[in-house]
């Protein structure tokens, strides 16, 4: 019963290359979302993603940061062209499509980027 | 939008003794108020949660109190161990599955044994 999988768990990038996040949500969920964590802070929600839609994209910078759902495969967050300031745990989190649903998530063990 | 807040930022009791970590929020729909732990370098965990049609809901030590007409909810950890020494979040939503959490800044909390 495998939980969120996120990976790379790691990931180093120099300022102006490209990070890429991947997250597959808990089996039967079709709801993703995607937080940022920067060091000793609350996580900030990004993006909520059902399969192939984005619904709420109201946290995400205006530019360089990206989010798809693709129908098949993982969820994937895309920073562009990535600066100092990028450097943070991402963390995706899923839940179940439930009539009246509970709005409960599933975290995953977040991807930590450090941009040199 | 909705807004959380969340004190003490830090906190330290002696082993056996209870903590409480206290959270405000100001969107009066919202009615989902999970709790969620983080351990060093890992993910949030959820430990109890409530909704709005609930005054308190306890699960062995963790028990959480909310108060709907003063917008605030409460953490209480009884006969704290070491093992509970970790990051806490409170946060709120609409509750409805595709409904957003809103987090607070977290409690640092460290069980001294």
């Known amino acids: 019963n495998a939980g969120v999988m996120q990976n790379p768990r790691h990931l180093v990038r120099r300022r102006g290359q490209e990070a890429r996040l991947r997250c597959s949500p808990m089996?039967?969920?079709?709801?993703v979302y995607w937080y940022r964590q920067l060091p000793e802070e609350g996580l900030k929600f990004m993006v909520y993603?059902?399969?192939?839609?984005?619904?709420?994209e109201s946290g995400m910078p205006k530019e360089r940061f990206s989010a798809e759902f693709p129908k098949e495969g993982p969820s994937i967050l895309r920073i562009q062209q990535v600066v100092r300031g990028d450097s943070a745990a991402y963390f995706c989190?899923?839940?179940?499509?439930?009539?009246?649903?509970?709005?409960?998530?599933?975290f995953g063990e977040g991807s930590r980027l450090t941009v040199l | 939008g909705e807004n959380v807040e969340q004190h003490p930022s830090t906190l330290s009791v002696q082993e056996g003794d209870s903590a409480v970590i206290k959270c405000t929020y100001s969107?009066?729909?919202?009615?989902?108020f999970p709790w969620y732990k983080q351990e060093l370098g890992k993910g949030p965990q959820l430990i109890i949660d409530?909704?709005?049609?609930?005054g308190e809901k306890k699960d062995q030590r963790i028990a959480v109190t909310l108060n709907k007409t003063a917008k605030h909810f409460s953490l209480h950890i009884t006969e704290t161990q070491p093992e509970d020494s970790a990051v806490y979040f409170c946060?709120?939503?609409?509750?409805?599955?595709?409904?957003?959490?809103?987090f607070g800044g977290g409690t640092r909390v460290l069980v001294k044994p």
């Open positions: 989190a899923s839940s179940p499509l439930l009539a009246g649903g509970t709005g409960e998530l599933f």
């Open positions: 089996k039967g969920h079709s709801h």
């Open positions: 993603l059902q399969k192939e839609n984005i619904i709420d």
């Open positions: 969107d009066s729909a919202s009615n989902y």
């Open positions: 409530i909704r709005s049609n609930v």
């Open positions: 946060a709120a939503s609409r509750g409805a599955a595709g409904n957003k959490l809103t």
